[in-house]
């Protein structure tokens, strides 16, 4: 992770977290769901790691959140 996105106020960081999960869990494709946290301006400080991710590994945590996730 970015030492920017790692000074980030904890609030964002839990936005972040709860918007990745929801878009993991909405059944969008892989490509879908990279596009939105890249284009999303409350998430400028995570550029640099979001654009790490493998489309393959987004993909597989798709599966991992349908198959076992609980959401409350």
């Known amino acids: ?3 920017r996105a790692a ?3 904890p609030s964002t960081l839990e936005e972040y977290q709860d918007a990745l999960l929801e878009l993991l869990a ?3 494709p892989q490509d879908e769901i990279l596009e939105k946290l890249k284009s999303d ?3 400028a400080n995570y550029q640099d790691y ?3 991710f493998d489309p393959d ?3 597989v945590a798709c599966e991992l959140m ?3 996730a609980k959401r409350k």
């Open 50 to 52: 979001i654009k790490e």
């Open 57 to 59: 590994m987004v993909a």
């Open 41 to 43: 301006p409350r998430f």
């Open 1 to 3: 992770m970015s030492e």
């Open 7 to 9: 000074q980030t106020e």
């Open 26 to 28: 909405s059944g969008m």
């Open 66 to 68: 349908e198959k076992w």
